[in-house]
């Protein structure tokens, strides 16, 4: 069973940073991209920056400059690092995985979300 756990989510000042990281446990042979998106409240969920396996980024035009996606390979982790936070970065940040199990069904997983919010 595949499972992406987020953890670092929290309550920070304008201008201020955090960091969110998510690891994925299970029975997995490797994972292809892996990425944040993030939901406001009475907003659709939106791409923040998705990474590749071999370490290619791609980020959206809303946090470029400002947020830094990274991973570790060996270890199924993936983390984002946010700089100069704005008020409008608030909402619930999920990350996901293309997950290839050693058993059971390659696609997108997802974890269950941790709150970033962000004080003005």
């Known amino acids: 069973q595949v499972q992406l756990v987020e953890s670092g989510g929290g309550l920070v000042h304008a201008g201020g940073s955090l960091s969110v990281s998510c690891v994925a446990s299970g029975s997995i042979f490797f994972i292809e991209d892996m990425g944040w998106y993030r939901q406001a409240p009475g907003k659709q969920r939106e791409l923040v920056a998705t990474i590749t396996r071999t370490g290619n980024t791609n980020y959206a035009d809303s946090v470029k400059g400002r947020f830094t996606i990274s991973r570790d390979n060996a270890k199924n982790t993936v983390t984002l690092q946010m700089n100069s936070l704005k008020p409008e970065d608030t909402a619930v940040y999920y990350c996901?995985?293309?997950?290839?199990?050693?058993?059971?069904?390659?696609?997108?997983?997802w974890g269950q979300g941790t709150q970033v919010t962000v004080s003005s």
């Open positions: 996901s995985g293309y997950v290839h199990p050693r058993a059971g069904n390659t696609g997108d997983y």
